[in-house]
């Protein structure tokens, strides 16, 4: 690390369970982000922050001025402006020792197999069932370690995914995600903060399962900002997943 690098990472390395080893791990991991929203947007800010070695990530289409009040990555004179444009040359900005990589595309399956290949985290910032179907079967076949999110109004839940043979997979939790009818925020409206804290949530698992820390896999977070209900469920591998069971 530079004298610059031991500096910027200063407060992150004092902290006990992370230290100058897992500050290299992160400078050696690569982190992809599947949507660059309310999840993504955070989450690609605070790992870039964190000195996380490559964040990639694929969006498609420009900031709207209903995106404003929950994604934090984006201004008012960026509406009409690409996202994926925006988020690599705020990332770059806040921390130029980290790879940034874009992608302005659709993730079909196609796409995750051939893109997902080496990264060593996925975060699912995705906004709806079908991707999140692929995404789960894509890390399982590639076997990467996923980190889910998900956010309803005031209410938010997120998980580990290891796809390692041994921990439950997105579908041992929801067995139908496949044939969900696809809903997206637009139709259901979301808190900004709520969106806020399981992106952060979801960056600090990715920030534990590269360095190597207790995650969150085989237990879902369950969170009720309205009601400040926060509780943290065991969750099995479900005998009969036609994804993770018996590989
Ligand atoms: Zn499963």
Redesign the pocket.
């Known amino acids: 690390m530079t004298t610059e690098e031991i500096k910027r990472y200063s407060r992150q390395t004092a902290v006990a369970e992370i230290g100058e080893t897992g500050q290299k791990c992160l400078s050696g991991a690569r982190v992809f982000i599947a949507g660059i929203g309310g999840l993504g947007g955070l989450v690609s800010a605070e790992l870039a922050g964190a000195g996380v070695g490559e964040i990639a990530f694929a969006d498609c289409g420009p900031v709207e001025i209903s995106n404003l009040h929950r994604q934090m990555l984006y201004r008012t004179p960026d509406v009409g402006k690409l996202k994926t444009d925006i988020a690599a040359e705020t990332l770059r900005a806040l921390n130029p020792h980290v790879r940034i990589t874009p992608y302005e595309q659709f993730l079909d399956e196609a796409a995750m197999r051939k893109i997902f290949k080496g990264f060593s985290v996925v975060v699912d910032c995705s906004d709806n069932f079908r991707t999140r179907a692929a995404i789960n079967r894509i890390c399982e076949e590639l076997k990467i370690p996923c980190v889910y999110g998900a956010v309803y109004a005031f209410e938010g839940q997120a998980s580990v995914f290891m796809h390692d043979g041994k921990t439950?997979?997105?579908?041992?939790l929801f067995p139908d995600i496949g044939s969900c009818a696809d809903t997206k925020c637009t139709e259901n409206g979301v808190v900004g903060p709520c969106a806020s804290m399981i992106a952060s949530v979801q960056a600090a698992e990715a920030m534990k399962i590269i360095m190597g820390l207790p995650s969150l896999a085989g237990r879902v977070l369950m969170a009720d900002m309205l009601n400040n209900n926060f509780t943290v469920i065991p969750l099995r591998?479900?005998e009969r997943?036609s994804?993770?069971?018996g590989k």
């Open positions: 439950p997979c997105l579908e041992c591998k479900r997943c994804i993770c069971i």
